[in-house]
């Protein structure tokens, strides 16, 4: 991460936290003040990522992550799109894991 970049997100958090609309006129006054130079594309670039998305948003959702898990889905059968359903509850049912069974049931003790 630049310099630049860095001083337009630090720019950016400012401004939300004082409650003033984010622009690059503003953002880039934060950045001369506090003898920060940056290309010119960044301050435009964190206005309109500012008009698309809420900051607020963005700082509070931080550890959420985008990725997520993958998502198993059934593929359909040839003989068509409605079996899978039946099928698919059928695969949950058969989820249920054996009930393990305790050491006092084996007739011995980890610290006999």
């Not at 720019?11 to 950045?31: R, Y």
């Not at 409605?82 to 069974?101: D, I, L, N, Q, T």
């Amino acid at each position: 991460m630049s310099v630049g970049e860095l001083g337009c997100t630090y720019a950016s958090l400012i401004l939300q936290d004082d409650g003033i609309p984010i622009t690059a006129e503003k953002i880039a006054a934060l950045l001369k003040a506090a003898n920060v130079a940056a290309e010119s594309y960044w301050p435009s670039l964190f206005a309109k990522l500012a008009e698309k998305r809420n900051i607020e948003d963005l700082i509070t959702n931080v550890g959420a992550g985008g990725g997520g898990a993958a998502v198993a889905v059934a593929a359909p059968s040839a003989g068509g799109g409605g079996a899978s359903a039946p099928a698919a509850a059928a695969v949950e049912e058969k989820k249920e894991e054996p009930k393990e069974e305790s050491d006092d049931d084996m007739g011995f003790s980890l610290f006999d």
